[in-house]
Each structure stands twice: as C-alpha cells, then as structure tokens.
C-alpha cells in the first residue's frame, strides 16, 4: 500500500515511499494483458505447427555468455547489460535469448537428438533486459517471442522459418510490413569485405559520428546500423557485402531468396541490414512496419553457425529471430486480443436466493462457465449495472421460486431476449468449458 507525500503517524512524520515503477518499465494492466495473451497464443500455435517447442531459460545468466557470444564491441556489452555480482560469480539479466538458448543446447548435449539428422527447434517467449536511453522511448525491461533451429545449414531452414513469421503476421492482423534480407557473409569471405569497407571508410572517418569512427575501428559493418541521416546518406556509397560474398555464401543467399519467390513472399534484398549482434553470419533479415510515419524493424534475425562452437559446444549451426512483443502489440488491429467478458451475471433478488447463488456460481464454473455475482445482497439495480462493467452475455435471474421449481430467468443482454431454463441446460446455453 502507498500513500502521497509524508504524513504523521502518532505524532512522527512518516515518509511514504515513491510508488512507481522503475524507470523503463511499466505495467501492463488486465486490458492490455489480454492483447498480450492474444499475440502469445498465437505464436505458439502458429510455431508449433513448424514443429517448434517451448524452452524456458533463466533470466540470469554468467556475465561471460553475453560478452562471449554478443560481442565484446556491441552497444548491449558495452553499456546497456545489468550485471551484478553474485557471490564470487558476475551475473547478467539477459539482455536476449539466443546465448542462453545455445547455452543450454551445449550444456544438455541436445546436439545428440539432432544427430538422426532433425533439427533442434524451439521457441521463448519472455522479458529481456537492457539498460538503454530512455529518450529513445525504449523499455529497459522489454519482451520478445523468439524461436531458434539449431541443426540445420540448409538454406530451407531460414526461408521456412521467415515463411511461419509471415504466416503468424498475417494471424496477428499485422499488415503493413517489409520484408528485407540480406547475408553477411561468413569466416571466409567477411576479412575482405571487412577490408573493402575499412579502406572506403578511411578517407571519409572525418564526415561520420563519433559512433561510426569508433564503429569504424572495432566493428566496421556496424557504421550501417548509424541512424544518423547523414551518415546513412553518404554510406550509400560504400562496398555492399553483396557484390563480395563467396561462392557458399552467394549460393545459400540465392537459394533463400528463391525459396521466399515461390513461397509468394515478398521481400526486398538490402545489403545495409547487419543487424547489432557478432555472431550472425550468412542470411541477416528484418520486418519493418510504419510507426508515427517512419519505418522501423518489428522483428528480425539471421544465422549464427559459429555460436554454439564458440560457446565450447560442436559445430552446431543456427538460424533464429526475436521479436518485441511492445511493438507487436501496438501495432495489432484494435479489434484484435480484446479482453473476454464475463459469460454470466448472477442477479439474486434478496438474501436468502443471494446466499443460493453461491452454490449456483460454483456448480456454473466448475463446469467451465465465467461467473460474476456481488459479494452481498444488492438491488437490483446496482446488480444490472455491475452486469454491465463486466461485459456479461447474460444475466441470470435467482428468486425464490426460481430457487424452488429449478427454473431460472435468463436475459440475453445483448439481444433483450428472454427465456426460462433449467438448471441442466444452463451450461450449454452460457457457453461454459473455456479453455479446453
Ligand atoms: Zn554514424
Ligand atoms: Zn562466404
């Protein structure tokens, strides 16, 4: 409980605490939740048609995963990782999921169900943790749905799992979209590109950001990810990735790009996209949908072959995405998700049918009906109108003589309707077993 400001209690001034949450995170109150609830159960339908499987990772992690496998130059390393020591040991929120889930992949050898040549696929769904600028109107505790296939190098895996993104997009409602793909080439063909990049950089290190000059020294692919405009503009000039790729590389980017054309996916190739994380390599990709007017990624992911061995597992290769549930959600259609009403409200006229309607409410949920009754007698009219807060379908009239023949009064709020039913055939007029 809080209370505003201080006030005396017996004679001394107490000072309440502040009563907030934490800067960068917020509530999401029963309304919203349903919302939520709705974009959660349709990824887990839609993925497990793909054969995917929920993993529940923890939320710490060793600090030295993170450093690790996201990269020691990244902005998440570098400044925005709550970590904190443990005991002897430096621990992390994670900041995303795809370290833990190679993590526990190698921990459980899970590489041995993958041996009779099926891929491992699962998905997350949770929070992540990243300490970044509020300004940027981001959360610092924030969500993702994310799903990972580790065993699989063929380019079906990444067109197909691009392909459930769509097909779970289109079961959100979420239609305004882009699809854009790229590859960052792998160990073999990105040192040139690395080069090719660095020598055009050079010459120009004096127009960009600080970031990018900084970018330019540690992590020189990453000066595409500068959202500074003139940046961008002037990096439109620079090598692409594309024109470089090897003959592996370009042949599995063709083979994804063709597997999207005859999925009927459309997508547009852009070789700016490298996304923020050092262990992607070949296919990187993105959803970008319109917000406020300007464009920005929903989701997106890549390939990773070198993360698992890198970890001190086998050579495993992986293919994942994360998505920010905020986003999602904001950007579903209104009338998606909205929260379910109450089936029933069970009006009781007087005491003696109120104390009936309690035993009543109890046979209708325990056989699966959603029930609202006042906690004492009410009128009537208190009664109809807390119906009405709660969106019930029905109201149900309890009486006396309804209590005595077995037959209730039941009014459709919607359509006015009324009838007279028994007991026994109550449940399947209210609609009950939800859920199952
Ligand atoms: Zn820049
Ligand atoms: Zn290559």
Known sequence: MCYKGARAVRGALVVKPRCQAVRGTRDVLPDEAARWQYVEGAARSVFERYGFREIRTPLIEPTELFTRSVGEATDIVRKEMYSFSAGSESVTLRPEATASVARAFVEHSLHRTIAAGFPERVYYIGPMFRYERPQKGRQRQFHQIGAEILGAKEPLADAETIEMLWSFLDAIGIEDRELVVNSVGDARCRPGFREALVRWLEPRLDRLCEDCRRRAREN??????????????????APTILDLLCGGCREHFEEVCRTLDAYGIPYRADSRIVRGLDYYERTVFEVLSRDLGAQSAILGGGR??????????????????????????????GDRGLPAGTDVFVVSLGEPAWRASIALARRLRAAGVRVAMPMSSRPMGAQLKRADRVRARFALFVGESEIASGRYGL?????????????????????GRHGE
Do not use: N, W
């Open 220 to 237: 020189p692919l990453r000066v595409f990810d500068c959202k500074v405009e003139a940046d961008r503009e002037l990096l439109l000039g």
């Open 411 to 431: 009014k459709d709020l919607a359509t006015g309707e009324q009838s007279s039913v028994q007991e026994k055939d109550l449940v399947a007029r209210l609609g």
């Open 304 to 333: 990773y072959d070198g993360l698992v061995e890198d970890l001190g597992g086998p050579a495993v290769p992986g293919f994942g995405f994360a998505i920010g549930l905020e986003r999602l959600v904001s950007l579903m259609p």
